[in-house]
T-cell receptor, first 112, second 113 residues
Framework: DTAVSQTPKYLVTQMGNDKSIKCEQN?????MYWYKQDSKKFLKIMFS???????INETVPNRFSPKSPDKAHLNLHINSLELGDSAVYFC???????????FGPGTRLTVT | KQEVTQIPAALSVPEGENLVLNCSFT??????LQWFRQDPGKGLTSLLL?????REQTSGRLNASLDKSSGRSTLYIAASQPGDSATYLC????????????FGKGTHLIIQP
């Protein structure tokens, strides 16, 4: 059974479009995250979401918004896509900071 | 602000060698430190998680140590194999809150057959 899953695996879209990436975890974890891995392979936290508390990395544009319909899901919505949004986006979850994080397989977003 | 540095950035060694990957972090107020492996075009696989109260963790041929006071961790890989070729990342959470992991830039490891 997949612990953290993401859909789609690949997403190709044009500038200006709005898109969403879905994330689900079946681990019963309380906290979920979104990370961005840029072209230089550097991973940076974008959001963390815990018990309806959202913590946003200050560098993330407000075109990005996470939405959590329930504890097992944290979807990422991106409005007005730009070329610089092209990256791999990873979802992750953890029970708490002490217990380590589990990552999904990633979604490769290409904006043309 | 936490910063994580990994040395070396890249490493290529013949099969069978023992090797050490280094990770350092600037803020020692951490809960734990996690080592991951990333294969090209793939996600992150958690290798080892060391709690702040622990000195080391072992899994098979992998051994990770943590010296919290000096802000350092090492990942030791014994008897390296070509299948160990990957990028190895270390990451630490902040001292509190749900702010996510801070990652190093990774060590790209190639094991030559």
């Amino acid at each position: 059974d997949t612990a953290v899953s993401q859909t789609p695996k690949y997403l190709v879209t044009q500038m200006g479009n709005d898109k969403s990436i879905k994330c689900e975890q079946n681990l019963g974890h309380d906290t979920m995250y979104w990370y961005k891995q840029d072209s230089k392979k550097f991973l940076k936290i974008m959001f963390s979401y815990n018990n309806k508390e959202l913590i946003i990395n200050e560098t993330v544009p407000n075109r990005f918004s996470p939405k959590s319909p329930d504890k097992a899901h944290l979807n990422l919505h991106i409005n007005s896509l730009e070329l610089g949004d092209s990256a791999v986006y990873f979802c992750a979850s953890s029970q708490e900071a002490r217990t380590g994080q589990y990552f999904g397989p990633g979604t490769r977003l290409t904006v043309t | 602000k936490q910063e994580v540095t990994q040395i070396p950035a890249a490493l290529s060694v013949p099969e069978g060698e023992n090797l050490v990957l280094n990770c350092s972090f600037t803020d020692s107020a951490i809960y734990n430190l996690q080592w991951f492996r990333q294969d090209p075009g793939k996600g992150l696989t958690s290798l080892l998680l060391i709690q702040s109260s622990q000195r080391e963790q072992t899994s098979g041929r992998l051994n990770a140590s943590l010296d919290k006071s000096s802000g350092r961790s090492t990942l030791y890989i014994a008897a390296s194999q070509p299948g160990d070729s990957a990028t190895y990342l270390c990451a630490v959470p902040p001292g509190g809150g749900a702010d996510g992991l801070t990652f190093g830039k990774g060590t790209h490891l190639i094991i030559q057959p």
